[in-house]
């Protein structure tokens, strides 16, 4: 199975870096839970199939033009 690497941001915080899952799913669950821990609910996930890549595969967001729910773009 090949990993899966993702990073958070919001408007005034961000994680310096990327950090790395085993799965898409425990990618999704460990970003979401760094976002509602670190980030006060409210930012933007990013992953990737590849640390160095420059484009993500999935976006997924939370934040006031979401409804405070998850958007995932794709």
Do not use: Q
């Not at 005034?12 to 979401?32: P, Y």
């Not at 409210?42 to 958007?71: C, M, Q, V």
């Amino acid at each position: 199975m090949e990993k899966v690497y993702w990073t958070a941001s919001n408007n005034s915080s961000f994680l310096n870096g990327c950090r790395d899952a085993n799965s898409l799913k425990a990618a999704v669950r460990s970003a979401r839970h760094y976002v509602r821990n670190e980030l006060l609910g409210e930012g933007r996930i990013s992953y990737f199939y590849h640390a160095d890549d420059l484009e993500p595969f999935r976006i997924d967001e939370k934040s006031i033009f979401t409804n405070h729910r998850w958007k995932t773009i794709t």
